[in-house]
Nanobody, 126 residues
Framework: EVPLVESGGGLVEPGDSLRLSCSAS????????MNWVRQAPGKGPEWVTG???????YYIDSVKGRFTISRDNAKNTLYLQMNNLKPEDTAVYTC????????????????????WGQGTQVTVSS
């Protein structure tokens, strides 16, 4: 069983919207801070947004006002609503879970997370 499975990626035009989902299983989802990390072609990973166990949310500046992270603990699912997408948002988006230790850590290093998904491709192009 794969702990984290992302879905919802695709090819869209600038200005369009997408909603990513990350289905979790096999661990107590409600006790984990959940994050989205993306990696664009030829670039290093970039932490995008996170939501802690109290549903406090955090974003990088470039997506504030356009992206919304949320979670449904009853469904063990993490979401990322992405509006007004831009070509620079093109990347593989991966969800990652880290046991809550008091402060959400915005980290790009895979070994800082207990759970790491396989990623879903988002391509924004006209």
């Amino acid at each position: 069983e794969v702990p984290l499975v992302e879905s919802g990626g695709g090819l869209v035009e600038p200005g369009d919207s997408l909603r990513l989902s990350c289905s979790a299983s096999g661990f107590p989802f409600e006790k984990y801070d959940m994050n989205w990390v993306r990696q664009a072609p030829g670039k290093g990973p970039e932490w995008v947004t996170g939501i802690d166990t109290r549903a406090e949310t955090y974003y990088i500046d470039s997506v504030k006002g356009r992206f919304t992270i949320s979670r449904d603990n009853a469904k063990n699912t993490l979401y990322l609503q992405m509006n007004n997408l831009k070509p620079e948002d093109t990347a593989v988006y991966t969800c990652a879970g880290r046991r809550h230790i008091g402060t959400l850590v915005a980290d790009t290093r895979r070994n800082m997370y207990q759970y790491w998904g396989q990623g879903t491709q988002v391509t924004v192009s006209s």
